[in-house]
């Protein structure tokens, strides 16, 4: 598989996936879904974003006017890869917003803001156009959203959103993951920082019609991030949002590994991976919608405020 490894999963005792709907609203959820959704279509609306394309640096551009409009410290932490084809130079960039910069005990909010080159399990056209509706711009779009009530945000940490570039710069099985959250997590360790992290939560494809996001295992192995798992779920669950489902699901290799693994960050994965449009053509905003992208910004912002 690409992008992600779900090595196995627990979905109940005969392997479906359980029913998990609430009955929100959209207008009963005091987060705006409805404008996180638009911002998901103005990045779709940008085309491919993949990493050293035209359409990343317009993404950029987009992302850094938004974040610093609204009051967010905002940094490009450039690095240079080689290309997986042809070896040659590729520059790229996370994008990094801070929030209330001069608290030095911080939460580290991120998602990868790359898209794939080529929708490689389209069963058609694996080498079409893939624009990431959620793949990549779904937990982008909550980020944005996010950003609008950050700098009155109350709560006991300063924030850094971080955007990962080259989440997916794949062209074959055999090319490397990770780029963005891998440099960032060394830069982390080697930097000497007056500031820590304690906790990192990652969104990816959490913009899915038909939600569930179960506890993926690695969060829930890692002694130092089930605390953080089980409060996130515990939030959702006062809140009435059924779709995080308190049971594991499958083991994901994404961006929360190296920021757990070389950082040393407590970072977990919220993450719906049964989503049959995944790496291809059909990953597009009419396949997401604002009610997932509500209740999944309402539980992160309702979770950020009471961090302990």
Sequence with gaps: MFGYMALFGDRGANGNAEAAVSRLRLEDIPFNGARAYDYLKQLCALGPRRSGSPGMKAQQ??????????????ELQSFRVAHPVDRSDVSMANLIVRWHPQTTERILLCAHYD???F??????NPRGTFVGANDGASGVAVLMELAHEMASLKGNYGVDFVLFDGE?????QR????????YFAR??????LPYRYRYGVLLDMIGDKDLQIYQERNSMWWRDTRPLVEDIW???R??????????KGYTISDDHVPLHDIGKIPTCDVIDFDYPPWHTRGDTPDKCSALSLAKVGWVLREWLKAVP
């Excluded at 830069?187 to 000497?192: A, D, F, K, L, P």
């Design 168 to 172: 997916e710069f794949i062209f074959s």
């Design 61 to 74: 551009e987009l992302l850094t006017a938004h974040f610093r409009k609204l009051g967010g410290q905002v």
């Design 187 to 192: 830069q982390y360790v080697r930097g000497r």
């Design 115 to 117: 898209t794939l080159p």
């Design 238 to 247: 006062r809140l009435g949002v059924r779709e995080f489902i308190p049971r």
């Design 175 to 182: 090319d490397r993951f990770f780029l963005g959250s891998e």
């Design 119 to 124: 929708p490689m399990l389209d069963p058609v």
């Design 234 to 236: 515990s939030t959702a």
